[in-house]
């Protein structure tokens, strides 16, 4: 977990530091200021992180007991679906093979809880959206050096996250799930099956491959 989990607005910050005071040395009082001001740019830090990884929420729809129904119901209806009967290995699929051409390596398929390359599917489909997906990691370099600098770099990467964010906004964004014959959900890939080209991180123009 990156350490700016928890955000302090900069006015608290500088309060806290500046009343630290009352029967010490004014030796002691700087230390504890200067002690102080690290913590608080620490907890500040990976704010611009934060931006970039904002985006809508899904990790909570893959797990075995999700319908297609209810993922449907949370990501929309979507662009693109196909029936495999009977079913399919995900990785033996017509369109799995097709993007595995074309991109020199078949997508991951991740399940709840391990790679369902080899899993079965019934069905498939891809959602598109306007607008990123949570993805924490379009954001870790910056909370790297955030990190690493106590906050300080928050200062410097801010105004570009913020600008990043406004233009990832008006991008689209896919994400692939696959379903088991009853329609629960088997496993799902962060982009479109259908476009080897796509950009998980910076998505695309249009909706469409």
């Known amino acids: 977990m990156f350490i700016g989990a928890q955000i302090l607005p900069l006015p608290t910050i500088f309060i806290a530091v500046c009343h630290v005071r009352g029967g010490r040395s004014a030796s002691q009082t700087n230390l504890s200021r200067i002690i102080l001001l690290c913590i608080a740019l620490a907890l500040t830090g990976c704010t611009s992180a934060t931006i970039l990884a904002d985006g809508k929420h899904y990790q909570h729809l893959c797990k075995r007991s999700m319908t297609v ?15 495999y009967r009977p079913p399919q290995r995900i990785d033996a699929t017509a369109e799995y093979r097709s993007f595995a051409a074309s991109s020199n390596g078949g997508p991951i398929v991740w399940g709840e809880d391990e790679v369902a390359n080899d899993q079965y599917a019934a069905l498939c489909e891809v959602y598109t959206r306007k607008g990123p997906y949570h993805d924490p990691l379009r954001g870790q370099g910056v909370a790297m050096v955030s990190a690493l600098t106590l906050g300080l770099g928050d200062l410097y990467y801010l105004p570009e996250a913020y600008r990043a964010r406004r233009e990832l906004g008006k991008r689209y964004f ?32 249009t909706p469409g491959p």
């Not at 929309?76 to 679906?81: K, R």
């Not at 692939?176 to 695309?204: I, R």
Request: glycine share 14%; hydrophobic share 25%; net charge negative.
């Open 174 to 205: 896919s994400l692939t799930f696959w379903y088991d014959e009853s329609g629960h959900y088997v496993g799902h890939f962060e982009g479109d099956l259908l476009d080897s080209q796509y950009n998980p991180m910076g998505g695309k123009d």
């Open 69 to 83: 129904q209810g993922v449907r119901q949370s990501l929309g209806s979507p662009t693109w679906s196909k029936v």
